[in-house]
């Protein structure tokens, strides 16, 4: 597996940690009414969307180099 | 090719598919997966273990969410700014990937720099590896697991800058001679951080939020 590979789960498994971290600071605020938890929910999900964006970005542009 | 070189440094083996140094780091990180993974079983074994009132959340126990969520924020940067650096050598940018891989060293000391600070906070609160939950003189194994995880993957992000600086100011001389080798060196040192990135995307739920 290369980097391109390696890379490519690391963004996959970082944005599922981005959703499931909004998911706990949203219920946080819920609990706690932490308005700075509320925040980086808000911002995780966001963070969430990024990597997506950014995932497929280098994908494209790294589409030369091998996945072994 | 003279008889200290080791074959297959550039091209691929036609057994394995891979350069001998992918190989290599590959072994290595199985390896380290055995070492964080008996970790992550004796927590998962300990905590099961334990009464609940002797097991607080990360939260309950002291831990900054903000903090570790900036520093896993610095480790996620880190990974693009190494894998940038690797293709910017693959498209034969020197100069790119010496701001990309010092963006990375960089982010490492951030990193550790963040750790150090969180440490020193628990340390001038009298909390050490030896002290229980909820009074200090509790059965809880919290903070040694903390302090095992957290102090072990230091060490590992402190090796990994350590390699990243010889690469970036000695090593990178190798790419006047052999660019590919060193392009395949790089590549072997962004795997070994992603690996040190990617416990870390474990080690942050289970150590803060869980």
Do not use: C
Request: charged residues 10%; hydrophobic residues 55%.
């Amino acid at each position: 597996m290369s980097l391109k590979a390696f890379h490519i789960f690391f963004i996959i498994l970082s944005t599922l940690l981005a959703v499931a971290f909004g998911v706990w600071a949203v219920d946080d605020f819920g609990r706690s009414a932490s308005r700075v938890h509320l925040a980086l929910g808000v911002g995780s999900f966001i963070g969430s969307g990024v990597l997506v964006w950014y995932g497929v970005w280098f994908l494209r542009k790294l589409k030369h180099v091998s996945y072994l | 090719m003279s008889t200290l070189d080791l074959p297959y440094q550039v091209e691929p083996h036609p057994l394995t598919g891979v350069t001998s140094g992918k190989l290599g780091i590959w072994l290595f990180l199985a390896s380290e997966v055995m070492l964080f993974g008996s970790l992550f079983s004796s927590y998962v074994l300990l905590r099961v273990g334990s009464p609940p009132e002797f097991w607080p959340l990360g939260i309950e126990a002291g831990l900054s969410v903000p903090i570790g969520t900036f520093n896993t924020l610095v480790l996620i940067g880190s990974s693009v700014t190494m894998v940038m650096s690797w293709a910017s050598l693959k498209m034969g940018n020197l100069g790119a990937f010496r701001r990309y891989f010092g963006a990375t060293i960089g982010l490492g000391g951030v990193f550790l720099l963040v750790k150090a600070f969180e440490y020193s906070t628990k340390f001038s609160h009298g909390i050490f590896p030896a002290v229980g939950w909820p009074e200090l003189t509790d059965p809880s194994m919290f903070y040694g697991l903390y302090f095992t995880f957290t102090g072990l993957h230091a060490l590992h992000v402190l090796l990994g800058i350590l390699v990243n600086l010889w690469l970036l100011i000695w090593g990178a001389a190798m790419w006047e001679t052999a660019p590919e080798r060193f392009a395949g060196r790089i590549e072997i040192a962004g795997l070994y951080w992603h690996f040190v990135d990617l416990v870390w995307i474990f080690l942050f739920p289970v150590l803060y939020l869980l």
